[in-house]
């Protein structure tokens, strides 16, 4: 036809564009049908066929991209390379010599990629040296194949084209028909929407089924584990959290926070968000209700109640919730919370439910930052993003001894999570936290004269009358004292961020997470030297408050000073 010699005047650009794009056209439409299936049956999938399918998907995305990449360089490099070329010719050089310049410059570029991150870097390159290989490394790599396209062009200059036919379809279209177009794909939406499950769709399922192999799976020999070939994740790791009934002591309470970015509580309007607990007996809020686990949610499990606790990306982040995060966020499904069903009255009907029935309504809050705590559905995400200490609920729960592990990136030392708890706590509870002394940590002190721990007092009297009991708070900072082990001495001076590297970092190698182990392992220990109990007997975590009241001090150990039965356990 006389359009195709207009578009594609020459025979062999169509071949190699029609040999570069048809496979990954016929590969993503074959992805786009798989994604529509799971999209359908997400109410009825479980988790290892969903993550089968995410995997096959994956590979759908991987393969096409991977040939299309390479079908560009060997295709297209030569005609690259030529143009790259064409501006050394004005020094006086042939297209060939040239070419085989620019050869030499791709091994150069190799050699600097090789140097900015071998053995001379160290363990933590510099920012200049991570720059360089970031740059170096895949200029090099797309080089190297194109200089292999075009030397292999070269050795095989008379390959045939294969005609091909290409079919013009007018491109002219009223408005009748788009109208119609997108009615059609308004109710199609909207009757699909019956069957996407909204927690499953998003990463949220990736992200729990990967915390339940790292930290439930592990805790299962493996003879017990018979994971999935495939996929590497077994079903029977994860529990249902009313199965830690049995183990009554400790009660294991995982924080989750309940956001309420469209809150018309005033007050509130900066923290969007209030505490929601999962336990093995309840779950919920003590501002809107509690319902037992072993039936809220289609029997919660501890893998879920862990991923909402750790779901720190999602649209709606309590305090640091803004329209643009919400919206862009939900648009590029960057989703690790969940929706589920509100415990208090206006869940009624939906406390019971794993899913949210109807897809759009919650999926549209979330975009739009409408969640509530008056809706059916409540939308949890990070207990860090309401209090990242998890001392709210201890208090409220009038806990006599808490300990507590703050291990955020606090470079600055500016104590933001312990500040955010004591004064959320004040608030909303009553209850003052007052230390003896500000903690002896600070940011000039790390490695030197910092303490491993501060100790505070809770005053539940205040609140709770005369005759009630106080509280003890034991609060244990990630910090260098400089009397750790060497191999942590070591890390840290390879790197100096630590221990308050960024949380983002997900990917802890062998030798940063032992230090950090180590690093909590030796304050504890600096602490338990002053521990003082009689006749040897176990301690409890009475005689490790006074041992914490004893090494803040700066004293000597010393017995317990019982005055008024506030101290007994």
């Not at 319902?291 to 499990?301: A, F, H, L, N, V």
């Not at 415990?343 to 759009?360: E, I, K, N, Q, V």
Request: proline share 6%; glycine share 8%.
């Amino acid at each position: 036809m006389a359009g195709r010699g207009k578009i594609f005047p020459d025979p062999l650009a169509l071949a190699k564009l029609y040999t570069t794009s048809a496979i990954p056209l016929v590969l993503l439409t074959v992805g786009m049908a798989g994604a529509l299936f799971v999209a359908i049956a997400s109410a009825e999938t479980e988790d290892d066929a969903y993550e089968w399918w995410a995997r096959a998907g994956a590979w759908l995305l991987v393969v096409p991209l991977a040939w299309l990449s390479a079908a560009t360089l060997v295709f297209f490099g030569p005609d690259a390379i030529h143009a790259l070329a064409l501006p050394f010719t004005r020094l006086n050089l042939s297209l060939s010599e040239a070419k085989t310049l620019i050869g030499l410059l791709t091994a150069l570029t190799g050699g600097a990629a090789a140097r900015a991150l071998g053995p001379g870097a160290g363990r933590h390159p510099s920012f200049a040296r991570k720059v360089v290989f970031a740059l170096a490394a895949p200029t090099f790599v797309v080089l190297l194949l194109t200089v292999l396209s075009w030397a292999n062009f070269s050795l095989l200059p008379h390959m045939e084209a294969t005609w091909l036919h290409l079919y013009e379809h007018s491109p002219a279209g009223g408005f009748d028909e788009i109208v119609a177009l997108w009615s059609v794909l308004v109710i199609l939406g909207l009757s699909m929407s019956y069957f996407v499950n909204v927690n499953k769709f998003s990463l949220h399922g990736m992200y729990r089924t990967r915390l339940i192999r790292t930290f439930l799976g592990a805790s299962r020999t493996r003879m017990e584990r018979k994971p999935n070939p495939f996929t590497g994740f077994d079903s029977s790791d994860n529990i249902s959290m009313s199965d830690l009934r049995a183990i009554q002591r400790p009660l294991h309470i995982v924080n989750t926070a309940l956001n309420l970015v469209s809150t018309n509580k005033l007050a509130w309007q900066d923290r969007q968000a209030e505490s929601f607990t999962i336990s093995a007996l309840h779950c919920g809020s003590h501002l809107v209700g509690y319902r037992p686990s072993d039936e809220y949610g289609k029997q919660i499990s501890l893998g879920t109640a862990m991923t909402l606790s750790g779901a720190a990306v999602a649209p709606n982040q309590g305090s640091q919730s803004s329209p643009a995060l919400t919206f862009l966020l939900t648009l590029f499904n960057a989703r690790l919370g969940a929706w589920l069903g509100n415990p208090g009255p206006a869940g009624a009907y939906t406390w019971r439910l794993r899913d949210p029935r109807w897809g759009p309504a919650p999926l549209f809050s979330e975009m739009f930052g409408r969640t509530t705590d008056t809706n059916p559905y409540v939308y949890l995400s990070d207990g860090g993003h309401f209090d990242n200490l998890g001392v709210y609920e201890m208090v409220l729960r009038r806990c006599h001894y808490i300990v507590v592990s703050d291990a955020g990136c606090d470079g600055g030392y500016t104590f933001e999570d312990l500040g955010n708890a004591i004064r959320k706590i004040r608030i909303d509870l009553g209850v003052p936290i007052t230390f003896a002394a500000p903690p002896k940590m600070t940011k000039d002190g790390q490695g030197k004269t910092n303490l491993h721990a501060a100790v505070a007092t809770i005053d539940y009297r205040a609140v709770d009358g005369a005759q009630a009991k106080q509280g003890f708070l034991v609060y244990v900072k990630a910090t260098r004292s400089g009397d750790e082990p060497i191999d942590v001495d070591n890390y840290a001076r390879a790197c100096p961020e630590f221990p308050h590297e960024s949380t983002a970092d997900q990917w802890f190698d062998e030798a940063q997470f032992e230090s950090y182990r180590a690093l909590g392992v030796h304050s504890i220990d600096t602490i338990a030297r002053h521990l003082n109990t009689l006749n040897n007997a176990p301690p409890t975590i009475r005689d490790l408050y006074l041992a914490a009241e004893t090494y803040v001090a700066g004293r000597s150990a010393r017995p317990p000073e019982v005055t008024d039965g506030a101290l007994r356990v």
